[in-house]
């Protein structure tokens, strides 16, 4: 005789086979969601450091600007002062020159404020012909003196120079010099400057 098996129920292997089956695909889907839980919060968490990486960046990149700006400014505001600091030089060199030529003395070229003023007539100082004679005066003191050149002119064109040197002086001081010309019928003085 032969057995048979009751129909519509299952045997007990393919019972269990079914509960492991279950028991493994939940375990994966457990594993699987655990795996992914975890990708998502390592994701997160180098989004989140990504973008304190980059707040961090554009931070520093803000301080830079900040100080650059700063730097800027205070270029410009050395520049102004500069400026301002020129002008008043300017201002205070064109006082003191108009203050010499109403007196009647000629500006001399250079950055120190030395005038001169020749004086009126012919000059014998030697026994060799003309003598160039004239006031210097300084607006700023030279406590060594001030060297002088003095170029001889025969109408317009230098036929000589002589040089000399005064005494030292304080602001506002003045000496007289008187230096034999070479020749020509007139002097200018081509350059003076304070000693050192």
């Given at each position: ?35 992914s839980a ?94 160039a004679v ?43 010099l008187e ?18």
């Open positions: 005789m032969s057995e048979t098996k009751p129909k519509g129920t299952i045997g007990g292997g393919v019972m269990l086979a079914l509960l492991l089956s279950s028991v493994l695909i939940l375990g994966a889907g457990v594993m699987v969601y655990g795996w975890t990708q998502l919060a390592s994701a997160e968490e180098l989004h989140q450091n990504a973008e304190r990486k980059q707040d961090s960046k554009e931070a520093a990149e803000q301080a830079q600007n900040e100080r650059d700006l700063e730097i800027a400014r205070e270029k410009e505001a050395k520049r102004k002062a500069d400026a301002a600091a020129a002008a008043l030089v300017r201002a205070e060199q064109a006082r003191k020159d108009k203050a010499a030529t109403d007196q009647g003395y000629y500006v001399i070229p250079g950055d120190v404020s030395i005038y001169y003023k020749a004086h009126e007539g012919d000059y014998t100082c030697t026994s060799e012909g003309r003598c004239f006031t210097v005066m300084t607006a700023d003191p030279c406590p060594e003196g001030i060297a002088v050149t003095v170029s001889a002119l025969d109408g317009d064109v230098s036929v000589g120079a002589v040089y000399g040197v005064t005494a030292g002086l304080p602001a506002t001081g003045v000496a007289q230096l034999a010309m070479p020749g020509g019928d007139k002097f200018q003085v081509t350059e003076a400057h304070c000693m050192d």
